[in-house]
């Protein structure tokens, strides 16, 4: 992602949060996983009280993945596929707490199936998260990953390889 698009991002959440009265700046980052995956947008919770922080992520992190489905989706209306970028909204470590909870799901699921032979499914994960645990099982070669069913009760699945 080029270095307007990214500005234009820090800018609209910016925008996002005063209006929403509250007083936090945000910086660009890039994923600690994977640098190139997306543009980290990093709202610095200092000037935040304990329960500003916890609204903003909300149960789950719904309210920060929403807000991300917001920016991604404003962000990218009217660009040109190739302009079009992806975008992370972190606070307070939320985000890389909750990459290593899904790489270890993601572990025990792979660990699940190549002890029993049988399919493992993952539930209660959101689209992004399920996007996520699709591309850590994608290294694993004996593998396949594959979503069934229709929100909001779609589920990841993993089994091995169809020979």
Known sequence: MDESRALQGKQWLEALLQLSGLSATVQLGASPVDPEESQWLLIDHAQLSP?????????????????????????????????QGAFTIELDGYRVRRQEELRA??????????????????KSLSSAERRQIHTFLKECTDLETYSRGQEPDRRLVVKRLSS
């Open 105 to 122: 799901m993601a572990d025990h699921a792979a660990e699940q199936v190549r002890q029993t032979g049988e399919e493992f499914e993952l």
């Open 51 to 83: 329960e500003q922080v916890q609204s903003l992520i909300g149960a789950e992190g719904m309210v920060l993945d929403s807000i991300q489905y917001l920016a991604n989706t404003i962000l990218n209306l009217g660009q040109d596929r190739e302009k």
